[in-house]
């Protein structure tokens, strides 16, 4: 009876420590979903930010473009200006 107790008793030791493994691994679950939880809130808020970013681009782009029309089209009308006036009479 007495090596049955004993055996008994080994086997219980090694359920605890199982189940002491098994919580301890749970814990170290919970918390890796808590890490990637935050990541992929961290992740979403830099896609958020990417697209504001190229919305901001493409603004900023359209922005040069009319811009460097519009440098385009005053120095076209100051080399028009600058032909059709008349020539200055010459130096005495």
Known sequence: M???ETRLYVLQSDLNRAVARSDAKAYALEVMR????ALEAKVAGLRRDLAESEEDLIRWRARAET????????QD????????????PPAV
């Open 77 to 88: 009308s100051q080399s028009e200006a600058a032909s059709s006036a008349p020539c200055p």
């Open 2 to 4: 007495e090596a049955l």
């Open 67 to 74: 811009a460097e029309r519009r440098l385009s089209e005053l």
């Open 34 to 37: 808590g890490n990637l939880d």
